[in-house]
């Protein structure tokens, strides 16, 4: 059956297989984050229907994890390519409710779609050991299985392929899923799970319970005795919540959570390459990434040509709605980003950095906001220390390698971290002094399916993508065959 727009705009809930309301009938609207419109509204639901989602997902675990992962991998696939195929509806639908760009959208989705069709295949390559045994008469192996019923709970910055990230592996290794997505951005989820049922998904594997407050939904999740894994991508502060609570059931439990990238540029780096990366890294999302460059610290014998060349770059990014073909930078998420935005910049002012660009609410005004460029940085300011989430970028200067390193990991997070150089020495040094889950070397993008995307300190546990990403949903079994002994 060919899909048409109308059929991705849902207003139930997807549990067990049935497209249902919230207990009560009650619901809350969902916003166009560019103009404060309404799009439309969908089911505020709480624990009773987490519950039922949950139950719903355990009734399916036993016929999904029994399937091979050859025939898990066939539903993944048409997944996959179903998020291709209606990849500009579903970009039109992001944009929407997330206001990102329709470019940045439809590459969100078929990041997406990358997962399910990698993980398709990697579920069959969920290898067990033969390890030799200690004992006469007897055989060591061990195997990998499913973990069982998994909470999933993700973000607005990136309303499909975060889902994708999390449920694919978990799909793919036979585990079921409720998945909790962010309150903005209820509708690429629910769409997702249009694509899932369509793409012959039993009922049941995969459930979206939507809800405005997510209180009651995580912590439904989170003390489940039936969930047996949750993987949270979003703040700090609520994956300690998340982590506390999962002690209660002692749980396994994934966390990404913020970062505070540092963005290091050397003096014997390509400064235009450099700007580049610097730009795709800053601005992509207007900003509003967890491994978005967030301190940005160029030599000082390169300090004013970056500087010059990166503010001639950034004033011609076309700020304006996502829908627009032609906007690179969409609106903030709300009126709370654009007022902690402002904070960051008085702050920085008052402790004496420069406004070379920007500083604004932009004349679109609501949720649109300049893209700034500050300079003059020093360690004082919050922005060194805190996740910026907005179009601003904060220049520092340095002079020398292990200072700024030593500025690069003087803080708790350590998600991801950038630097230009072409000394092969000085890569290899700087690689492995850098405390950060993933370090980028000359270039500002590194999403892939393929390698594993997580922190280290605060920024998280556990890895996304990858073989590494499988493992984050199987346990280990060890088992001992003995008197084998003939
Ligand atoms: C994130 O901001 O957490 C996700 C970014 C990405 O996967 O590229």
Redesign the pocket.
Known sequence: MKLKHEDFLKDRAYIGGNWIKADGGKSFEVFNPADNSIISAVPDMGEKETLNAIQAADNALKGWSSLSAKKRAVVLKKWSELLIYYADFLAVLMTLEQGKPIAEAKSEVL?GADFFEWYAEEGKRAYGDIIPSPIDGARILVTKQAIGVCGIIT?W??PS??IA?KVAPALAAGCTVVCKPAEDTPLSALALAVLAEEAGLPAGVFNVVTGKDPVPIARAICMSDIVKKVSF?GSNEVGKVLMRTCSKTLKKISL?LGGNAPFIVFDDADVEQAVEGAIISKYRNAGQ????ANRIYVHESVYDSFVEKFVAKVKMLKVGSGLDSKSVIGPLINEAAIQKVQEHIEDAISKGAKLVLGGSVHKLGHTFFEPTVLTDMNAEMRIATEEVFAPVAPIFKFKNEQKVIDLANATHYGLAAYFYSRDMARVWHVVESLEYGIVAVNTGS??TEVAP?GGIKESGIGREGSKYGLDEYMELKYVLMSGLKQ
């Open positions: 990041y973000p910055n990136f392929a975060m990230r991508t990404e990434t967890c491994i978005c590194l999403s995307f």
